[in-house]
């Protein structure tokens, strides 16, 4: 399984980034699609995923402010990031969750500015 995410970038505090993720290769038919994150001088956290049948799980620390989402026909998840704090600034994986193992892609970095 292979990932390949895009979508991050520089952005003020209280703006807005959507980061995309591909996933091809052996997709299985039940998987969770996801987030983790990097933040600085912190341990890498889960921050969001989606399951195959649309269940979702956030951190606390990302909980209405962050939105995962997953358009199966292009094997692609989203994370929709709304009202962003400079806390926020890190590198974002995504990854891929299946009976198989686990998969990450190469992280993409976001940047928020106070």
């Known amino acids: 399984v292979q990932l390949q995410a895009s979508g991050g970038g520089l952005v003020q505090a209280g703006g807005s980034l959507r980061l995309s993720c591909a996933v091809s290769?052996?997709?299985?038919?039940?998987?969770?699609l996801g987030w983790d994150r990097q933040l600085p001088g912190k341990q890498r956290e889960l921050a969001a995923f989606?399951?195959?049948?649309?269940?979702?799980y956030y951190a606390d620390s990302v909980k209405g402010r962050f939105i995962v989402s997953r358009d199966n026909a292009k094997n692609t998840v989203y994370l929709q990031m709304n009202s962003l704090k400079p806390e926020d600034t890190g590198v974002y994986y995504c990854?891929?969750?299946?009976?198989?193992?686990?998969?990450w892609g190469q992280g993409t970095l976001v940047t928020v500015s106070s």
């Open positions: 290769g052996s997709i299985e038919s039940s998987n969770n």
């Open positions: 989606v399951g195959t049948g649309g269940n979702t």
């Open positions: 990854f891929y969750g299946g009976p198989g193992g686990n998969y």
